[in-house]
């Protein structure tokens, strides 16, 4: 594990210093950003499509409006992956599947079109699993994508290409969903940070096939780089009508600019198992270590269960009667080009009713309240990201899983998606194989500047940013 100041290891934030100097130009960042590209993603399987012309178009624009101190937005000039499920104008989005129309659009998502308005740099788009249905990334379209901390492990899903391209340079930004965990497992396998919002704070169009559960967000190398992104991504747009005002006195709220103040005072419960989950005893260590430090920063860190039986089942309902609804028009012959996992789940789903549908719509109403009056009482819970670490790459559940299904394995995740909070994962340390560990930091609904101003006053004490893969300098 290596460190490094080239500039594929650059943050968002000191890309941006540097072009305002005149010290690097986006051009020159593109270039170094795509050779990267070339160089390590053979080992891992990040990228799913690229189109250089494009990109490096993009970057000769940006340097000019540097040159004439004319930058349009706050990320002018910074390269930024898309996950393969974001629609992007002049770009097919294929989702991991060959019954996807490999035409492409004409407009963007709203993600992306803030980020265009911003003035970024589109590298390609990264690697999901069909239809982002799972939490590790293989797709009968594009294979499977490995851990650039040890290729023979997945990178996680099913943001895992995003998860991947952060950590070796690839990337300095990467957008990433999260609707069981999508943003927050790839992060804490692969050791960036990866926030997942609060539901509807950023606008979603087309309408996610999981869209009760489903969340747009970042994943960084650095909460601020994160926060940054924020500010740019939860943007109004007149196709999605959720997004909740951003104004406060006529001022815009900057997530970015509420990073600091640090957590003294904070009421903070730490919960490592949910009251019932096996942790592997290694990343068990390591988030208690991380609980001990946020109370040497001044919070008050409690150990105390939020108090919810594993809300698995409606998850499954709800989740997997999203995916059969994605499908409900193909016929048999595309469903046999399909990732026969997605399928088994479908099939399943098939047999639910509206009454189950609406009994998990229940459940998770119930739980939402639950954790409301939760966080009267506490400011954040902190969890483990995962309960183990990585495990080998084309297997959804480690061997020797007694549950062969995803998400099994995950159930520090998809609780808060059912709850629409925001949580966020930030690296808190490897095992000693060197796979990295993440905590959880959930805090309430809206409340994602809290999260990530205490992500971020971890991050600041117990810094892991200098470290990166081997492969990073092969």
């Known amino acids: 594990m290596t460190g490094s100041t080239r500039i594929e290891g650059l943050t968002a934030l000191e890309l941006i210093d540097l072009y305002a100097t005149g010290a690097l130009s986006p051009v020159e960042a593109a270039e170094t950003y795509l050779r990267q590209i070339h160089r390590l993603d053979e080992q891992v399987n990040a990228w799913c499509f690229m189109d250089e012309e494009t990109t490096l178009q993009q970057a000769r624009a940006s340097e000019e409006r540097w040159l004439r101190g004319l930058e349009i937005g706050p990320l002018d000039g910074v390269p930024v992956a898309i996950k393969d499920v974001f629609v992007t104008a002049g770009w097919p989005n294929l989702?991991?599947?060959?019954?996807?129309?490999?035409?492409?659009?004409t407009e963007d998502s709203p993600v992306v079109a803030s980020l265009r308005r911003a003035g970024f740099v589109a590298l390609g788009r990264t690697t999901t699993p069909e239809l982002g249905w799972k939490g590790v990334t293989d797709s009968p379209l594009c294979g499977a994508t490995n851990n650039p901390w040890d290729v023979a492990q997945t990178a996680g899903g099913s943001s895992g290409g995003s998860g991947a391209?952060?950590?070796?340079?690839?990337?300095?930004?990467?957008?990433?969903?999260?609707?069981g965990g999508s943003i927050r497992?790839?992060?804490a396998f692969c050791g960036l940070v990866g926030h997942k919002p609060t539901h509807g704070?950023?606008?979603?169009?087309?309408?996610?096939?999981?869209?009760?559960?489903?969340?747009?967000?970042?994943?960084?190398?650095?909460?601020?780089?994160?926060?940054?992104?924020?500010?740019?991504?939860?943007l109004s747009d007149a196709r999605d009508t959720t997004l909740p005002p951003r104004d406060a006195g006529g001022q815009a709220f900057s997530f970015l600019e509420a990073l600091d103040g640090g957590i003294k005072g904070l009421r903070i419960a730490f919960s490592p198992t949910?009251?019932?989950?096996?942790?592997?005893?290694?990343?068990?260590?390591?988030?208690?270590?991380a609980a001990e430090l946020l109370q040497l920063l001044g919070a008050q860190v409690d150990e105390v269960d939020p108090g919810f039986a594993d809300p698995r089942d409606?998850?499954?309902?709800?989740?997997?009667?999203?995916?059969?609804?994605?499908?409900?028009s193909l016929d048999a012959v595309q469903r046999g080009l399909m990732d026969s996992g997605l399928i088994e789940v479908v099939n399943w789903a098939q047999g639910l009713s509206m009454l189950d549908y609406l009994a998990a719509m229940n459940e998770r109403a119930a739980l939402t309240e639950q954790m409301g009056r939760f966080h009267a009482r506490y400011d954040l819970l902190l969890t483990p990201?995962?309960?183990?670490?990585?495990?080998?790459?084309g297997q959804e559940v480690p061997d020797g899983w007694a549950d062969p299904r995803w998400p099994s394995w995950t159930p520090f995740t998809y609780p808060f998606?059912?709850?629409?909070?925001?949580?966020?994962?930030?690296?808190?340390?490897?095992?000693?194989?060197?796979?990295?560990?993440?905590?959880?930091?959930?805090?309430g609904r809206h409340q994602d500047a809290l999260v990530l101003r205490a992500a971020h006053s971890y991050q600041r004490a117990a810094p892991l940013t200098h470290i990166r893969p081997e492969l990073f300098d092969l």
């Open 385 to 393: 990201s995962l309960p183990i670490p990585a495990f080998t790459t």
């Open 314 to 328: 409606s998850f499954n309902t709800l989740f997997y009667g999203g995916a059969a609804n994605a499908v409900r």
């Open 417 to 443: 998606n059912l709850t629409g909070q925001p949580a966020c994962s930030v690296p808190c340390g490897f095992t000693r194989a060197g796979l990295p560990v993440g905590i959880q930091l959930v805090g």
């Open 185 to 187: 497992i790839p992060a």
């Open 274 to 289: 949910l009251g019932h989950v096996q942790v592997d005893p290694e990343i068990a260590a390591l988030v208690k270590q």
């Open 95 to 105: 989702k991991g599947s060959k019954t996807s129309d490999p035409q492409p659009y």
């Open 201 to 234: 704070l950023i606008p979603m169009w087309p309408a996610s096939p999981f869209a009760p559960l489903a969340h747009p967000g970042p994943m960084t190398w650095t909460v601020a780089d994160a926060a940054l992104m924020m500010d740019v991504m939860c």
């Open 165 to 179: 391209a952060v950590p070796l340079g690839m990337a300095p930004l990467a957008l990433g969903t999260d609707a």
